[in-house]
């Protein structure tokens, strides 16, 4: 894909997130690694409802800043993904409401921080991550970050929000939605003792849909 379409498709991702509630105000970031290693991703305090895509941060491999503005405070987080996954094309950042209420709940386990509850869920998500609390921009997060050794693509910044990787664009975006909507349900079902998917029928997925690593799966899958 020519560096414009992706600008493009960044600069359209951003604003349907925004219209939908699913980042507010100026938070929220994206980038996509290009073929040649450098990184394309949103600026500092802008709404990803109004990205320009000739404004887009511009980065070499190692975070220096090439064109654009200036790039999201979140870079060292996007980096540290980059670095620990390397089929990861795209990593998405999102204050979406549900995921980060989830993130503040005492009971949630650290290496999976939702059970599996749909399908897609399984498949497109796998396992979360909670990294424990930080400012933003602290060089802390990409630090916890690099700790998971890239076993999880998806995780959640305590208080803060979830950050999901993905071979492109289209897969982190859709993998972060489907994480907003299974923290949304979680919400709703707390307390209730929900059914959860049997190991068998996530193993059984797996089988069928590929998806996740078995270690990103939730334990006893």
């Given at each position: 894909m020519r560096e414009s379409d992706i600008r493009d498709a960044v600069c359209r991702y951003g604003r349907s997130l925004f219209e939908r509630g699913l980042t507010p105000g100026s938070s929220g970031n994206i980038s996509v690694r290009l073929e040649d290693g450098r990184l394309l991703m949103t600026p500092t305090d802008?709404?990803?409802g109004s990205l320009d895509p000739a404004r887009l941060s511009l980065m070499d491999a190692e975070g220096r800043l090439l064109s654009g503005d200036k790039p999201t405070k979140e870079g060292p987080l996007h980096r540290a993904l980059y670095e620990t996954r390397q089929g990861a094309g795209a990593v998405v950042h999102l204050?979406?409401?549900?995921?980060?209420?989830?993130?503040?709940?005492?009971?949630?386990?650290?290496?999976?921080?939702?059970p599996p509850l749909t399908a897609y869920y399984v498949m497109r998500v796998g396992d979360t991550a909670l990294v424990p609390y930080h400012r933003p921009g602290d060089p802390a997060?990409?630090?916890?970050?690099?700790?998971?050794?890239?076993?999880?693509?998806?995780?959640?910044?305590?208080?803060?929000?979830?950050v999901m990787a993905g071979d492109t664009l289209t897969a982190a975006v859709n993998a972060i939605e489907e994480l907003e909507e299974t923290a949304k349900l979680y919400l709703l079902l707390r307390g209730l003792n929900p059914r959860l998917l049997s190991p068998a029928q996530v193993a059984e997925l797996g089988r069928a849909f590929g998806g996740p690593p078995a270690e990103h799966r939730h334990p006893g899958a």
């Open positions: 802008a709404s990803l204050h979406s409401t549900h995921s980060v209420a989830v993130s503040m709940l005492p009971e949630v386990a650290p290496g999976s921080v939702l997060v990409a630090d916890a970050i690099r700790g998971l050794a890239g076993r999880y693509a998806s995780v959640l910044l305590a208080n803060h929000g979830p």
